[in-house]
């Protein structure tokens, strides 16, 4: 496994801080491939959830 599921977040710096910050303050989103890919992903998850309990 390359990515252990307990890992820690790590700081942001440099340009991904500045776009973030900007980002925060305009009200928009970063959003990249993966992290769409990810919410794709846990989106049908829950899905699958739910209609397994009915």
Aim: glycine content about 6%; hydrophobic content about 45%; proline content about 4%.
């Amino acid at each position: 496994m390359k990515y252990p599921l307990q890992r820690q977040s790590q700081p942001v710096s440099g340009i991904a801080a500045q776009k973030l910050l900007e980002a925060i303050d305009s009200g928009n989103a970063v959003v990249n491939d993966r992290m769409i890919a990810l919410a794709k992903r846990l989106a049908d998850l829950r899905r699958q959830k739910a209609l397994k309990n009915g």
